[in-house]
């Protein structure tokens, strides 16, 4: 017989962090979530070209290319808190939605923007999901904000002050996508 009171006790006790959050796990969490989504959503494999960590003064997008760009925000919040950035150029984000919702280039063009946002908020919403797992494997629970998405010509990204960042540089089929990464414990 199942002890209910014994699985409370169990189920209210503060999870333990079983290791610090390191740019490590910040690395291997978000290159797994980014892979992971790809995967599942654009049935295509994302390859990390590059990691930058601890560098807060750098625009992460002056290297992605084209403007404009469609970025995707997810916060994050509890016993660690921060950001998770998707940066798309507008060619990929069109192409993501045309690939996750099965229009043409030329139906997405009719729909608008407002698909494209929406298919760029659920990816990051996901993303941004799978490294909020993994921090909670490691005694580290929060809950997620809901998806902020804006689209233009000359965006950049703040760091958050005293926060761990890491910029993570994807390529994905023939298209580039960048994970600006903040956490703060």
């Not at 002056?62 to 507008?90: R, S, W």
Request: charged share 15%.
């Amino acid at each position: 017989m199942v002890n209910v009171r014994s699985i409370l006790v169990y189920l209210s006790k503060p999870m333990v962090p079983t290791q610090p959050i390191t740019d490590t796990l910040i690395q291997d969490s978000i290159v797994k979530a980014v892979q992971n989504v790809s995967r599942t959503m654009l049935r295509q494999e994302a390859t990390l070209l590059e990691a930058r960590l601890s560098d807060v003064s750098c625009n992460s997008l002056t290297t992605l290319g084209a403007a404009p760009y469609v970025i995707g925000n997810v916060g994050f919040a509890g016993e660690a808190n921060g950001l998770v950035y998707l940066c798309f150029t507008d060619a990929f984000a069109r192409h993501a939605a045309s690939h996750i919702l099965g229009m043409s280039a030329a139906e997405i063009e009719i729909h608008g923007h407002e698909v494209v946002k929406d298919v760029v908020g659920e990816i990051t919403n996901m993303t941004t999901g799978g490294f909020k797992n993994a921090l909670s494997d490691y005694g580290f629970p929060c809950k997620l904000s809901l998806p902020t998405i804006v689209r233009g010509d000359h965006l950049s990204i703040a760091a958050i002050k005293s926060a761990s960042r890491g910029i993570f540089h994807f390529s994905s089929g023939n298209y580039r996508l960048i994970a600006d990464v903040q956490v703060k414990i």
